[in-house]
């Protein structure tokens, strides 16, 4: 984009360049925060008079992380980048005794403190054992957090952990399918946000691997998200454009303890009960001259695990996660087929009668996360994730009781997302983060014939044959982000 204007003499010039700087400083202090929270807050004495100079140090109670500012003269402090997780935030001043206190920061929180530092009887420290309350006084945008407990332990179908945004009030499922209505908006209209970095396909207006399409199931796994911030109004600019919401997600990082997870889950056609619907198809694909079993075809595996931890104690830090499934349902033809009068129908009917074998679509999948994190000081903090998808859906490019195995064919997802950070304290009224994102999202549909597509009526009934109509097909997105802001 390019800007042009003029001005007349230098003061007007000057001002206009006051005047933008401070709009880049201020956009630039906003997105900065995106995957990450602010903490601000004043220092005083019982009576309510400000304590200016006083040292305040959060301490991330996780990693070890330590970080320290001066109030200034009104008594202020502001950590405005800070990881997410548990802190204690802890003040002291000559003549005071020191106050700690114990707060959680989540992704995109912006919170306020008022730590009032009693007078000093010895050498005391007063614990504020209660964690302090979330009360976002600081701006007026409307925001839902989910956190790590409610992922792990709220029961969802399929492991997408986007369902969780059903939660939030006034968001249902789109009519369209898969993707999520926030207001009645269409799904393609949300933006999804993972670690700070757009992670939305520009081509289908859906998110990277187009998990809301009915396929792929989940681009990240569910156990690999710490937490993700759903915002419906009112959301500052930091987030980028969305008509609908924009679903701030931050993914796991390890600690100074070792925790891992391990899981699968199993259903099959044996465990499962009589569908009616089934029932009369099935009898009448039996009066069509082709059986069908007892119970529909299904299978359904999920399974994984993650294990993260230090590499070196309050330094360097690893997360993985894997998380794979292999899942079949059946695709039955429900076709009858006339007898034949004349040798033309016999060949048309023995043409036929080869297409409408009942045939298998598969959902396999597999997904990694691999993420590393380095306190290089007290002063700089690296951070880099990467996440690979690979699906495999058989059968989805076009299916149905009337379309034969020929009509359809596998729909495969291959994304790649790599994401790094380096968060620096240059002064402690100054940081910088240096931010560098890279998304490739390859979704090719393959066909399972060469032949001409071809719709076949008779006796009231329709079958699809040959390649369909859109198939073999190819999609492919490459995208790089730079981004280097100051707060």
């Given at each position: 984009m390019l800007c042009a204007f003029s001005v007349r003499g230098s003061n007007r010039l000057a001002q206009l360049l006051v005047?933008?700087?401070?709009?880049?400083?201020?956009?630039?202090?906003?997105?900065?925060?995106?995957?990450?929270?602010?903490?601000?807050?004043?220092?005083?004495?019982?009576?309510?008079?400000?304590?200016?100079?006083?040292?305040?140090?959060?301490?991330?109670?996780?990693?070890?992380?330590?970080f320290n500012i001066n109030s200034n003269a009104e008594?202020?402090?502001?950590?405005?980048?800070?990881?997410?997780?548990?802190?204690?935030?802890?003040?002291?001043?000559?003549?005071?005794?020191?106050?700690?206190?114990?707060?959680?920061?989540?992704?995109?929180?912006?919170?306020?403190?008022?730590?009032?530092?009693?007078?000093?009887?010895?050498?005391?420290?007063?614990?504020?054992?209660?964690?302090?309350?979330?009360?976002?006084?600081?701006?007026?945008s409307e925001s839902d957090t989910v956190g790590?407990?409610?992922?792990?332990?709220?029961?969802?179908?399929?492991?997408?952990?986007?369902?969780?945004?059903?939660?939030?009030?006034?968001?249902?499922?789109?009519?369209?399918?898969?993707d999520l209505s926030f207001a009645g908006q269409r799904g393609t209209l949300n933006s999804l946000t993972v670690d700070g970095t757009d992670n939305n396909n520009t081509f289908f207006g859906q998110t990277l691997g187009r998990t809301g399409s009915g396929r792929a199931p989940y681009q990240f796994s569910q156990d690999a998200v710490q937490e993700?911030?759903?915002?419906?109004?009112?959301?500052?600019?930091?987030?980028?454009?969305?008509?609908?919401?924009?679903?701030?997600?931050?993914?796991?990082?390890?600690?100074?303890?070792?925790?891992?997870?391990?899981?699968?889950?199993?259903?099959?056609?044996?465990?499962?009960?009589?569908?009616?619907?089934?029932?009369?198809?099935?009898a009448f694909a039996q009066n069509a001259g082709k059986p069908l079993p007892l119970k529909p075809a299904y299978h359904f595996n999920q399974f994984g695990g993650n294990l993260g931890g230090p590499i070196k104690k309050d330094k360097v830090f690893f997360f993985f996660?894997?998380?794979?499934?292999?899942?079949?349902?059946?695709?039955?033809?429900?076709?009858?087929?006339?007898?034949?009068?004349n040798a033309f129908q016999t060949a048309a009917v023995n043409y036929l009668a080869s297409r409408i074998d009942n045939y298998s679509r598969t959902f396999n999948q597999d997904v990694y996360l691999g993420k590393g994190d380095w306190n290089i000081s007290d002063r700089h903090?690296?951070?880099?994730?990467?996440?690979?998808?690979?699906?495999?859906?058989?059968?989805?490019?076009?299916?149905?009781?009337?379309?034969?195995?020929?009509?359809?064919?596998?729909?495969?997802?291959?994304?790649?997302?790599?994401?790094?950070?380096?968060?620096?304290?240059?002064?402690?009224?100054?940081v910088n983060v240096l931010k560098f994102s890279y998304q490739r999202d390859s979704e090719p549909g393959q066909a399972n014939s060469i032949n001409p597509e071809g719709q076949v009526r008779f006796s009231g009934q329709t079958l699809f044959v040959g390649r369909n109509s859109f198939s073999p097909r190819e999609t492919t997105i490459h995208r790089q982000e730079y981004g280097d802001t100051v707060t």
């Open positions: 005047s933008f700087l401070m709009v880049l400083a201020l956009g630039a202090g906003a997105f900065a925060q995106v995957n990450q929270g602010t903490l601000s807050g004043t220092t005083s004495d019982p009576s309510g008079a400000v304590l200016p100079d006083s040292k305040v140090t959060v301490t991330n109670t996780a990693t070890g992380e330590s008594g202020l402090f502001v950590f405005p980048l800070l990881p997410l997780g548990p802190y204690t935030v802890e003040a002291s001043h000559a003549g005071f005794n020191t106050l700690v206190q114990n707060v959680r920061i989540t992704v995109g929180a912006k919170i306020d403190l008022k730590m009032v530092l009693p007078v000093a009887t010895g050498n005391q420290i007063v614990q504020v054992t209660a964690e302090a309350p979330v009360v976002e006084t600081t701006r007026t790590d407990r409610q992922i792990a332990n709220l029961p969802t179908n399929g492991r997408n952990f986007l369902d969780f945004t059903l939660l939030t009030p006034g968001v249902v499922r789109d009519v369209r399918g898969g993700f911030q759903v915002n419906t109004n009112g959301y500052s600019a930091e987030f980028g454009r969305a008509g609908g919401a924009v679903i701030n997600v931050v993914t796991k990082s390890g600690s100074n303890s070792f925790h891992g997870t391990a899981f699968e889950f199993f259903r099959d056609r044996g465990l499962n009960a009589n569908d009616p619907i089934y029932s009369l198809q099935r996660d894997y998380d794979g499934q292999r899942n079949l349902t059946g695709n039955p033809i429900l076709v009858t087929l006339p007898t034949p009068a903090q690296l951070s880099a994730r990467y996440n690979g998808q690979r699906f495999t859906g058989q059968g989805l490019e076009n299916s149905g009781t009337s379309s034969a195995f020929e009509h359809t064919g596998a729909s495969l997802v291959n994304s790649d997302s790599f994401n790094a950070q380096l968060t620096s304290t240059l002064r402690p009224t100054l």
